[in-house]
């Protein structure tokens, strides 16, 4: 905290280990991308960077979007919240920070973490929740 505030910050780098270098990637296009964050969660799989959750801005707003770099590309993209039936945000994970991230063949999985809600104020999870990353370009 800075000055009694979260500072987030929606910076992305990459490390060349040849190189021993760090370089800062944007979205050359847009510019746009997830967004300020902490305790968000990131695995690969298949080209793509996939980052879910993260807390915001708020001490107790966790978010539940799900963004993917491209590296082919250099751009980022939200993904809808849409399941294969077109259903909005019926497969989704509710908001997380402090969660696991891991890929596994095609499908990436987010596992457990903290959220809040009117109820129960900040809480643990234990749930699990896959989406299958084989076609997201």
Known sequence: KVGGKRNLLSD??????????????????????????????????NGGIFLFGGGGEGDQSFLDSLWVYDTATRRWHMLGQEDEGGNVGSKRPCGRAAHCMFASGSSIYVATGLTADGTKGIHSLGDVASFDAATWR
């Open 12 to 45: 992305f780098y990459s490390f060349d280990p040849v190189k021993l270098r760090w370089t800062q990637l944007t979205d050359g296009a847009t510019g746009e991308g997830p967004g300020k964050r902490s305790g968000h969660a990131m695995s690969m799989v």
